[in-house]
């Protein structure tokens, strides 16, 4: 098991470390940062003090090196919009990320689980349509259409929940939902599949036979099996939520890393953008990287193969 974990986590750090390393080309060569920072209209003098004094006119690979030195330090450097040290950026705008992402997750255990599980135990029966067509909606309908749907029904039509900020709970029940929702067609199916394809298998046959029934039935034999895939895409949906939560906590004025993001690209902050897209993949990575490892301690085969 610690040599499976070992070289899982190896991959990880490889995997970041190239996420790295394409950010920072993608950010730094296939544009001119300086030019960026300074304005369509901004002329030559100007974009080379520019280029001078954030130290933009020094060998790529120079400034690749010294961003990844400081970084591995815990040093992420300075925003040039907000002109204070992006660490503290992230960190002032984390908890409202990590609030939504992990409420949207929840959302979608909640409903897809439990929708999965009766699809499955009645497969090609009305309960099998009838969430197949709820996952079919979940998956048609955008994210900013139905964060708009959501405001107009339960924050103005009928006045339940605020229409925007972070200061309680409360404030993320509708984004959670929103947010939430992308999810429920790919747990649900899963969810789904591996409860036919467990149903049919020779042990659960014997389980029957020996009396089990019901929820212990499921519970104990059919559903551990089943969760395996559900697992994965769970980890990797809660990688997905906490780095695509842009337009959620746009429309829903959330002060997370989604809003911190837009507003970065919009004030042509480079480090700060730069700093965001290696977070995000570096929580996208270790939430696959955990995926594995639950995996692997559910189902013994997986690290044996």
Do not use: C
């Given at each position: ?53 954030y130290g933009l006119d020094r060998p790529v690979y120079e400034r690749y090196v010294s961003w ?169 949906q809660l990688g997905q939520k906490f780095g695509g ?61």
């Open positions: 098991m610690l040599k499976y974990i070992a070289l899982k986590g190896l991959l990880a750090v490889l995997v970041a470390f190239t996420v790295s390393l394409a950010a920072f080309l993608l950010l730094n060569v296939a544009s001119d940062p300086a030019q960026a920072i300074a304005g369509e209209d901004a002329t030559p003098g100007v974009v080379e003090t520019i280029r001078a004094r990844l030195a400081g970084v591995v330090q815990g040093d992420f450097g300075e925003s040039y919009y907000w002109h204070k040290p992006v660490a503290e950026l992230v960190a002032e705008r984390a908890d409202e990320t990590l609030t939504l992402a992990f409420s949207a997750l929840l959302v979608t255990i909640v409903i897809a689980v439990p929708l999965g599980a009766l699809a499955g135990l009645n497969p090609n029966s009305w309960i099998d349509r009838a969430a197949l067509g709820v996952a079919v909606s979940a998956q048609a309908v955008p994210n900013f259409w139905l964060g708009l749907i959501m405001i107009i029904l339960f924050a103005v039509m009928i006045p339940i929940f605020p229409v925007s900020g972070d200061n309680s709970w409360y404030h993320f029940v509708l984004p959670a939902i929103v947010l939430g929702a992308s999810s429920v067609p790919a747990v649900m199916r899963l969810t789904r599949t591996g409860l036919i394809e467990v149903m049919g298998a020779d042990y659960i046959r014997t389980a029957k036979s020996k009396g089990f029934r019901g929820n212990h039935l499921l519970r104990r034999h059919a559903l551990r099996n089943a969760i395996l895939p559900v697992i994965s895409v769970l980890a990797v939560s842009v337009i959620t906590e746009s429309i829903f004025a959330i002060n997370g890393l989604g809003r911190l993001a837009l507003e970065s690209i919009l004030g042509a902050d480079i480090p700060t953008v730069q700093m965001l897209i290696f977070v995000f993949a570096i929580v996208f990575v270790a939430m696959n990287l955990l995926a594995d490892i639950l995996n692997a301690a559910l189902d013994p085969r997986i690290r044996i193969g």
